[in-house]
């Protein structure tokens, strides 16, 4: 399979608390994109980051990418309610096909 | 303003019939696609357009044809639908750079349930 795989599949964690997800790919790519996914409507774009790039920040989530790992991971600081979601990984794998991952759930519990 | 609709939200119907979903950006972007999300979340591309071209088919049944009238619409249509067509049909849009994708715009997905 060329998908990615997330880990956790679950994740439950306390408001206030950083939230982890990782991600792994098998082949080589030219980005990797993480997403949201509330339930019951579409996926939201969240970061993108290049194979060049180790390293990139948006507001509250931090994005690194391993790419002798193959390996990405996303983390969520000082969790909200509202981050209660699926996360996904997708990968650019070239000839503009992005391959997503099957997620990992996000609880925030109050 | 809505940038990626598509209708309808909700399509509930039988074995054997034929149905559409319709999409429309309004984003100028110039790729659109189509993904599938099954009962697990999985979500797979079945086709991208890059202006009113096919650009990829991802060995899906012929049963399922895409069009793309111009480059803000693409619409699936499905012929004799089966019982695992049932997921949720997800459109996208992309202003992709050459040799790498961009960050996608999705629709709210068109929840199809095969009876």
């Known amino acids: 399979s060329q998908q990615g795989e997330e880990d956790p599949q679950a994740l439950s964690i306390q408001e206030g608390e950083n939230a982890t997800m990782n991600c792994s790919y098998k082949?080589?790519?030219?980005?990797l994109q993480w997403y949201r996914q509330n339930s019951g409507r579409g996926l939201v774009h969240l970061i993108l980051?290049?194979?060049?790039?180790r390293e990139k920040h948006s507001g509250r989530l931090r994005v690194t990418l391993d790419t002798s790992k193959k390996s990405s991971s996303l983390l969520i600081t000082a969790s909200r309610a509202a981050d209660t979601a699926s996360y996904f990984c997708?990968?650019?794998?070239?000839?503009?096909?992005?391959?997503f991952g099957q997620g990992t759930r996000l609880t925030i519990n109050p | 303003d809505t940038a990626v609709s598509q209708t309808p939200k909700y399509l509930v119907t039988q074995m054997g019939n034929d149905k559409s979903i319709k999409c429309e950006q309004n984003?100028?972007?110039?790729?659109m696609y189509w993904y599938k999300q099954d009962s697990k979340k999985f979500l797979k591309i079945m086709f991208s357009?890059?202006?009113?071209?096919?650009?990829i088919n991802e060995t899906v049944p012929n049963r399922f044809s895409p069009k793309s009238p111009d480059k803000a619409h693409l619409n699936l249509h499905i012929n004799s639908l089966e019982l695992g067509d049932s997921a949720v049909y997800f459109c996208?849009?992309?202003?992709?750079?050459?040799?790498?994708?961009?960050?996608?715009?999705f629709g709210e997905g068109s929840r199809l349930t095969v009876l």
């Open positions: 980051i290049r194979s060049n790039e």
């Open positions: 997708a990968t650019d794998q070239g000839a503009q096909k992005l391959v």
């Open positions: 082949t080589s790519i030219n980005n």
């Open positions: 984003l100028g972007h110039d790729t």
């Open positions: 357009y890059n202006n009113k071209e096919l650009i």
């Open positions: 996208a849009s992309s202003q992709n750079r050459p040799h790498e994708s961009g960050e996608l715009f």
